[in-house]
């Protein structure tokens, strides 16, 4: 599937939102025959975004209480994206901690909750295109030590080996 060969290949690459820079981590891939996807029961306003072009952001609201970003993976009307859970952060790190009251750098954007807030990602950058803005993802290098392993933090498709990580990176959400 090509969005499992994004989620692993967006490991090493950037995403970039104004003055600050986090290298990806970790990832999740969503497909749309996925009991875990928000596309999974078919488009509802919620997920919308989701069943757009490929390199679109899909944000939205969970646990009643933060953000999550994904990048659209597919055709447009096919469903998949792919989760950012982690990054390293790279440039804006002093904006980044304020935005998120920390100075563990380490757990500045261990999570999907942590980086957007950190990011300064808001529901208002759901649905837009990711190439040439202020909100962009810019290609990094290469990497080989990828860990595939089963996702966090859901309960349905558990089984399923959809997380990515970099092996030896300390800004991992969790091992």
Do not use: W
Not at 7 to 12: D, I, M, P, Q, V
Not at 100 to 105: A, E, P, Q, S
Not at 140 to 156: A, D, F, P, S, Y
Not at 161 to 172: G, L, N, Q
């Amino acid at each position: 599937a090509p969005t499992i060969s994004i989620a692993k290949s967006l490991l090493g690459c950037y995403l970039i939102n104004g003055k600050c820079v986090g290298k990806i981590v970790e990832t999740e891939a969503y497909l749309f025959d996925d009991p875990a996807s928000h596309s999974f029961k078919g488009k509802t306003k919620r997920n919308e975004a989701m069943f757009g072009e490929a390199g679109t952001a899909y944000v939205y609201f969970i646990y009643g209480n933060h953000y999550c970003f994904n990048i659209v993976t597919n055709k447009k009307e096919i469903g998949e994206a792919v989760l950012i859970r982690a990054l390293e952060p790279v440039e804006g790190i002093k904006l980044m901690k304020n935005r998120r009251g920390t100075y563990d750098l380490k757990n500045l954007c261990a999570g999907p909750g942590k980086l957007v807030e950190a990011m300064g990602i808001s529901k208002e950058d759901n649905g837009k295109d990711l190439l040439n803005r202020k909100l962009r993802i810019e290609k990094g290098r290469k990497v080989k030590n990828i860990v595939q392993c089963e996702r966090i933090g859901i309960t349905k498709g558990t089984e399923l080996p959809h997380r990515f990580y970099i092996e030896d990176s300390e800004f991992v959400s969790k091992r």
